[in-house]
Structure formats: C-alpha cells, structure tokens
C-alpha cells in the first residue's frame, strides 16, 4: 500500500462561491504499475481547481488514481474546513466536514483498517 497524506486542497464551494480548505490523504495498493509520489498530489490539484462540491471532489479523485493507475484498490479521504460555514448562517468555526471514497480493494475490512491506521484513525470498520 502507497499513502500520501496531508496533501493541501484549496477549493472553491461551487454552491456559494466561497473557499474551502483542507488536508487529503491518498492510498492505493499497485497491481503493477506505481507513479511517483509527487503525481498524487498533482491529481488532487488538478480536480480541486475546479468549482467543488467536497463530496464529488473526494469521488473524483479516487476515480483519477483508479482510472489512470488501474491498481488493485483506491482510498481517499478529505478533511475540509468551509467558509460557507464559518461566514454565512450557522457561522461555525472550526468544524470540519470529512468525506472518503474507497474503491477495489479498499472495501475489504482489512485492507480498509490499514488505510485508516496509516493516517492514524483508529476505528475499525464494521458491515452490516
């Protein structure tokens, strides 16, 4: 498994016009070919210059690492403070809103729990 955490995002709420920023992390288990670490980010970059929506941001970028890499498995997960919320209505600072997508793999408990030891989220994950 390859992780690159705590990747810079800065996007614009397509909803409000308004900036969102956060940290993204980034894990994908290679089933031949691997990129360099550096291209990861560079993908995140790419999708989030875009007017964003967190949700679809997140979904996007695993698709990019999915599609252009076809590894075994893909997880992104977004951690994003918007100034939506902090400036308009509800006016709360400091929340966070944290989104993920897991593809291939990633959807098997095991692989799932490694992910989220690496960032260091201890949970395990549970099915239904």
């Known amino acids: 498994m390859i992780v690159v955490k705590d990747i810079d995002i800065h996007s614009l ?11 993204m992390h980034i894990g994908y288990v290679p089933s031949g070919a691997v990129i360099g670490l550096s ?16 949700e679809r941001l997140t ?14 498995g893909v997880a992104v997960v977004l951690e994003a ?3 939506c919320m902090e400036m308009r ?10 989104t993920s997508c897991v593809l291939g793999c990633f959807m098997e408990s095991d692989v799932h729990n490694e992910f989220l030891r690496l960032l260091g989220i201890n949970q395990t994950r549970r099915y239904c």
């Open 13 to 23: 709420c397509e909803h409000h016009l308004i900036p969102f920023t956060g940290k």
């Open 39 to 54: 291209k990861l980010p560079q993908i995140a970059e790419i999708v989030s210059r875009r007017l964003q929506i967190q």
């Open 59 to 72: 979904k996007e970028v695993a698709r990019m690492v999915m599609d252009v890499l076809q590894p075994q």
């Open 81 to 83: 403070s918007h100034l």
């Open 89 to 98: 209505s509800v006016e709360k600072k400091g929340s966070t809103t944290v």
